[in-house]
């Protein structure tokens, strides 16, 4: 047992693969005979990634506004987990579109909570391709300038820049994103990895584990652009009931709700739509679906292993578009996806202005 819990807040834009690099490093820690508590983070109810990870490890899910703005809930998480499975090691992943997250949550924990945690240094993951084209190294669909801004200062603050996913690039190009991003970002160590394949998550961990955070200050943030580029992004969350009189493959079933989805929203840039379908009988099973780019592959990251004829399904949509074009977009690929679907929950909006609970500028 720690002296003092560990603290690792894992960040990064939406899409960069943060839930699968948890969930690494989630079973890597265990594997050293640590205990693990995760703390997942979203503007609303009904989030794919608590679903994702719940099943493996002991969760606490934020809702209605980031860490940075729920600072005093993300301690109240972090005491339940205590009472519950007392972790030796705590894991944070904040909502994907949030920044600011040194002043307004490590320095907070540091100072005000210095003798029960320890924090570990601020990791912030980039898509390989996303992270390319706003560094102007390849063209393609990308955000509006104060969608940027978010990104922008989301790396700005970062001690450790991982580029995941890096099995998508071939090398010399994983060579090109990591000089670009060291010049942009100097502060920061810049590493690679491909959490999905688990290479380069050791060394990650090495690193996350061998220092804490370290002093110094936070970043400048403009809060009204940091407000204006979170709300262009359209949010919406839907739970639904879906069956079918005869078995069907829930893994087609997500592809086709994915790809009548991203046909209902020409022009518009996805940020991140991520699925997971449930059978209702239990099983344990799941299938899980994540598309991060407008003009990426839909991916199934986790496959149902038989048909079922009846499940739960969680949609996350986050996209630069009003979030009613989004509800119509998704009630409308599922009225179209060949099942009987009964939505129980669906809430679409933009996210509101960043309010933090705490913003401290120095450690």
């Not at 109810?45 to 209605?64: H, K, Q, R, Y």
Request: charged residues 25%; hydrophobic residues 45%; negative net charge.
């Amino acid at each position: 047992m720690l002296d003092r819990s560990s603290f690792i807040m894992v960040g990064g834009f939406l899409g960069a693969g943060k839930t699968t690099a948890v969930s690494q490093l989630a079973r890597r820690l265990t594997g050293q005979d640590l205990r693990v508590g995760l703390i997942t983070n979203d503007q609303s109810i009904g989030l794919v990634d608590t679903a994702v990870l719940a099943g493996s490890f002991p969760v606490e899910e934020i809702t209605g506004g980031c860490f940075c703005c729920r600072f005093n809930s993300l301690v109240e998480a972090s005491e339940r987990l205590s009472r519950t499975t007392r972790p030796d090691v705590f894991i944070a992943e904040p909502v994907g579109s949030c920044t600011d997250l040194m002043a307004a949550v490590s320095f907070p924990l540091r100072n005000i909570y210095g003798d029960a945690y320890s924090v570990a240094p601020l990791t912030v993951l980039v898509d390989p391709i996303r992270a390319e084209r706003i560094l102007g190294l390849e063209t393609g669909k990308t955000f509006s300038p104060n969608v940027l801004y978010v990104y922008g200062k989301q790396l700005e603050e970062a001690e450790i820049i991982a580029i995941n996913k890096c099995d998508l690039l071939p090398l010399d190009r994983q060579d090109r994103l990591e000089a670009a991003l060291r010049r942009a970002y100097p502060r920061a160590e810049v590493l690679r990895m491909s959490a999905r394949e688990g290479k380069g998550v050791d060394a990650w961990l090495t690193r996350l584990t061998a220092a804490r955070a370290a002093a110094g200050s936070a970043p400048e943030v403009d809060y009204d652009l940091y407000a204006d580029g979170e709300a262009l992004l359209g949010w919406l969350n839907a739970s639904v009931s879906v069956s079918s009189p005869a078995e069907f493959d829930g893994n087609e079933l997500l592809r086709r709700i994915a790809a009548a989805t991203r046909q209902a929203l020409p022009g518009v840039e996805i940020a991140h739509l991520k699925m997971t379908l449930v059978p209702t009988e239990e099983g344990g099973d799941i299938g899980v679906l994540n598309l991060v780019r407008s003009d990426g592959t839909a991916e199934i990251s986790h496959s149902l292993k038989e048909p079922l004829a009846a499940g739960e399904l969680l949609v996350n949509l986050r996209a630069e578009a009003d979030p009613e074009l989004l509800r119509e977009s998704v009630l409308g690929a599922l009225a179209a996806c060949g099942c009987e679907a009964a939505i129980r929950h669906v809430e679409y909006f933009r996210p509101a202005r960043p309010q933090p609970t705490y913003r401290m500028a120095r450690a």
